[in-house]
């Protein structure tokens, strides 16, 4: 069964710039997340959606915007790029409705703002 | 803001040591506690989850978890070579969370054999 697939894997910038970032979830998830990871930190929670619609939204700028389509895949989209964009971005899939930490997570698409 | 802090690292154990990972979380409620294991490169995978005070086993690792002490720590018995990678602590609060945790920063973890 394929994972969380996420494209592009790599990606180089120039700021000011915008990109726009895809996931697929694991077939039969409907809650997908988006994560934020500079290196030597922890992921920081950016945005959630279920069920296509927007959950919950991390202390990130307007500049960063998602949705999710009727299929459960998610578009994350950065405008106006900044060199402190430059990050590991993690989409993650969940099952259950609810509470829960079980997320898996995408090989992640790592973005270089120059 | 809520915080979540792990032990500083890196951690160096030699193998078939026993490796303790630790961690603190500031919001009092949260109810549910994760371990994810990042191996260099790689994306983070769930390795233990827990959410009742006490232990959890599960093979060589054990969760510990004590909500009076806000205190979440993973034990690695007989530690491998094949286990050196960041380890990351993670928290959920109880509301209607599908998908956000708080993550630690991560204990990096070297067992050299």
């Known amino acids: 069964d394929a994972g969380v697939t996420q494209s592009p894997t790599h990606l180089i910038k120039t700021r000011g710039q915008h990109v726009t970032l895809r996931c697929s979830p694991i077939?039969?998830?409907?809650?997908v997340s988006w994560y934020q990871q500079v290196l030597g930190q922890g992921p920081q929670f950016i945005f959630q959606y279920y069920e296509k619609e927007e959950r919950g939204r991390g202390n990130f700028p307007d500049r960063f915007s998602a949705r999710q389509f009727p299929n459960y895949s998610s578009e994350l989209n950065v405008n106006a790029l900044l060199l402190g964009d430059s990050a590991l971005y993690l989409c993650a899939s969940s099952f259950r409705a609810g509470n829960t930490g079980e997320l898996f997570f995408g090989e992640g698409s790592r973005l270089t703002v120059l | 803001q809520k915080e979540v802090e792990q032990n500083s690292g890196p951690l160096s154990v030699p193998e078939g040591a026993i490796a303790s990972l630790n961690c603190t979380y500031s919001?009092?409620?949260?109810?549910?506690f994760f371990w994810y294991r990042q191996y260099s490169g790689k994306s983070p995978e769930l390795i233990m989850f827990i959410y009742s005070n006490g232990d959890k086993e599960d093979g060589r690792f054990t969760a510990q978890l004590n909500k009076a002490s806000q205190y979440v720590s993973l034990l690695i018995r007989d530690s491998q070579p094949s286990d050196s990678a960041t380890y990351l602590c993670a928290v959920s609060d109880g509301g209607t969370s599908y998908g956000k945790l708080t993550f630690g920063q991560g204990t990096i973890l070297t067992v050299h054999p």
């Open positions: 919001d009092r409620g949260s109810q549910s």
């Open positions: 077939s039969g998830h409907k809650s």
